[in-house]
Nanobody
Framework: QLQVVESGGGLVQPGGSLRLSCAAS????????IGWFRQAPGKEREGVSC?????????NYADHVKGRFTISRDNAKNTVYLQMNTLKPEDTAVYYC?????????????????????WGQGTQVTVSS
């Protein structure tokens, strides 16, 4: 059964760092695209970063996290990471990872909810002093 599980969230002070993990089971990460999304209370879910299939290795970031967040993939651990540095209170949200298995769409990667078809349960990130 295809499944992704997020972990690594928590409470951190402004300026601090966290590393989120998206662990996959039932499939291998090298032939899908993975997206990181977040949803703050009362707001729409938004794309944060994504990484395509390994053969093309396209990476995208939302403008508001460029230079602060880094996405990476560890095939040996079948896990995608989101390293988040210089965190701000406005980064507070539930963070989700999602899987795009589409042959065409996963060659690049999208920061929109479509074409992702499998989602994790989310991990809470709170940035506060």
């Amino acid at each position: 059964q295809l499944q992704v599980v997020e972990s690594g969230g928590g409470l951190v002070q402004p300026g601090g760092s966290l590393r989120l993990s998206c662990a996959a089971s039932g499939f291998t990460l090298d032939n899908v695209a993975i997206g990181w999304f977040r949803q703050a209370p009362g707001k729409e879910r938004e794309g944060v970063s994504c990484i395509s299939v390994e053969s093309t290795n396209v990476i995208n970031y939302a403008d508001h996290v460029k230079g602060r967040f880094t996405i990476s993939r560890d095939n040996a651990k079948n896990t995608v990471y989101l390293q988040m540095n210089t965190l701000k209170p406005e980064d507070t949200a539930v963070y989700y990872c999602a899987v795009d298995r589409g042959w065409a769409t996963s060659a690049a990667c999208a920061l929109t909810r479509i074409p992702y078809d499998s989602w994790g349960q989310g991990t809470q990130v709170t940035v506060s002093s």
